[in-house]
């Protein structure tokens, strides 16, 4: 599909929504940023330590050109086992950082510069996100941006009635292998991860979306419907791209849990893996909070989301093949 027929499957499917405009003329429309002080929602991930230890180190690496946590605000998932938990120790483990630990989102903006959204449960981001779009500082919001095709939508509008860019991805985004692609000789792509699932989430926004983001990268935007095979331990997603090409997630359940896939190009057959770490993608945060400028488009995320939407209801059907157009028209409506 090419770049102009890529902008009017969004626009058109989310009429009177993120539009074009928001596209083209985000980064210009930005607020500058104040200053380095990096403020953190969410102490329910293991992103927001690894982010802090990052910044805050003794030595830090030149690349994060000073940027410092200074202030978290901890919540976070309050009703998810598995993240609310971790919120106690990671408290006193970001402290040790030098973070000072805040009572609510408006006293943490009185604080910072700019925010990374950490929070683990996305059905917090869009009224998390709200807040600091109305203070006017720059937001990194981490996987998944919305607990919902809705919501994602919902914070992309914001983004640009605020007019602040937003930045959004995974960290496999990139996984080793990734910077060897010549994506314009891309033919079709089969990529996998874990995806184990949480109740209060769509299946693949939980954790599936890391592959799938890996998927996307490699891929770019463009899939019309996708078809999944799901069970207990495992789904297979069918993605069919408007110009022919096929691109595959598998997410699992048992077993090892790893990430990677095939890229099959016009030169042959490339291997991704194994993740890399956190660490590239902070060097684009970093260098989104500087310039304003998002390293993934507003129309790439919402379609990676609209992806998984689409798998979920194949899933609901029986393994139906779905448009994604079909369901961001759903999504718009609610």
């Known amino acids: ?21 928001l596209l083209d003329s985000l980064p210009s429309m930005s607020n500058n940023a104040n200053g380095k ?14 982010f802090a230890k990052a910044l805050n180190s003794e030595k830090p690496d030149p690349v994060y050109d000073g940027y410092r946590v200074v202030a978290a605000y901890p919540y976070g998932s309050k009703d998810i086992e598995s993240s609310a938990k971790r919120i106690p120790g990671y408290i006193e483990e970001v402290k040790k950082s030098g973070v000072e630990i805040v009572s609510s989102i408006q006293e943490l903006l009185t604080k910072v510069d700019v ?63 990734i910077e060897a ?25 939980w954790y599936g979306v890391h592959g799938v983001e890996t998927l996307y990268t490699v ?16 789904d297979i997603v069918v993605g069919m791209w408007a110009d022919g090409r ?17 890229v099959f190009t016009r030169n042959g057959n490339l291997i991704l893996g194994p993740y890399g770490g956190y660490e590239p993608l902070l060097v684009d945060i970093i260098a989104y909070f500087k310039t304003g400028k998002v390293p993934v488009t ?10 998984m939407e689409a798998a979920d209801e194949s899933k609901r059907q029986g393994g139906k093949n779905i448009t994604l157009e079909s369901v961001m028209e759903k999504a718009k409506k609610r």
Do not use: W
Request: one cysteine or more; aromatic letters at 8%; glycine letters at 10%.
């Open 115 to 177: 925010v990374m959204l950490e929070t683990n449960d996305g059905r917090l981001h869009l009224e998390q996100a709200l807040e600091v779009f109305k203070s006017g500082k720059r937001m990194f919001i981490d996987k998944p941006v919305a607990a919902s095709l809705s919501d994602t939508i919902a914070i992309y509008k914001a983004a640009e009635k605020y007019k602040i860019p937003v930045f959004s991805a995974s960290s496999l985004r990139y996984i080793k292998g």
């Open 246 to 262: 096929v691109g595959t997630f598998r997410g699992t359940r048992t077993g090892k849990h790893d990430y990677g896939g095939t």
């Open 298 to 307: 507003p129309e790439e995320t919402i379609e990676i989301f609209a992806f």
């Open 181 to 205: 692609i010549d994506k314009t000789k891309v033919l079709g792509a089969d990529t996998f991860s874990p995806a184990t699932l949480e109740k209060t989430h769509p299946d693949l926004f």
């Open 37 to 50: 002080r990096v403020g953190i929602i969410g102490l329910d991930t293991s992103h927001s330590t690894a």
């Open 219 to 234: 891929m770019g935007t463009g899939c019309k419907s996708v078809t999944r095979v799901s069970t207990p331990d495992t």
């Open 1 to 21: 599909m090419n770049h102009f027929n890529r902008r009017k499957f969004i626009s058109a499917a989310i009429a009177g929504g993120v539009g074009i405009s």
